[in-house]
């Protein structure tokens, strides 16, 4: 194995854990799942602007985030697929910071609200889950994401990306 498989082996699994602490600490106080959810976790899903290896450690992050908080299959399949999405996404336009948001915010705007209505069978109309879910991801991945964009570029801790 190369020092750089080893280094994006470990970005990916550092990420992954890191989506899992802060997904359990937002479940803790009630916010990583159900109608209303803003987890804290989504934010991280801008680092596949920055680090390739940041999309399959927000989907094992997503994944096993699921499962540990008890989530039925189908939100543990298509939860993490939406994170998945979103992550491929963001890394497709890592050149363009604030579009760089949205592939997140829409793909759980999409994808949970079906996972709400139909998995965990919570009485309500999909367009409002898309509403809930979809201001929770624009507080999560568009304000908190950018927040944490900004502090890297800013602490210099990684590349801009956009001075390619």
């Known amino acids: ?8 082996i ?4 550092l990420i992954a854990a890191l989506y899992v602490v802060l997904t359990m600490a937002s479940n803790a106080v009630g916010l990583a799942s159900g109608v209303i959810q803003v987890r804290v976790s989504e934010a991280l899903c801008i680092l596949p602007c920055f680090f390739p290896a940041a999309v399959p450690g927000l989907f094992i992050g997503c994944l096993l985030s699921n499962m540990l908080a008890g989530g039925v299959i189908w939100d543990v399949i298509f ?14 336009l890592r050149k363009h910071r604030y ?9 759980n705007m999409i994808i949970v609200p079906f996972v709400l209505r139909y998995a965990y069978h919570i009485e309500g109309a999909i367009w409002y889950f898309m509403l809930t879910v979809g201001a929770g991801e624009v507080i999560s991945c568009g304000i908190l ?19 390619e």
């Open 10 to 13: 470990t970005h990916a699994a």
């Open 1 to 8: 194995m190369n020092k750089k498989s080893t280094t994006n």
């Open 99 to 107: 579009f760089a948001s949205l592939p997140p915010i829409l793909s």
């Open 145 to 163: 994401g950018q927040l944490l964009y900004s502090a890297l570029v800013n602490r210099k801790l990684v590349n801009n990306m956009n001075e």
């Open 79 to 92: 939860g993490s697929t939406a994170t998945l999405i979103g992550a491929v996404g963001t890394r497709m």
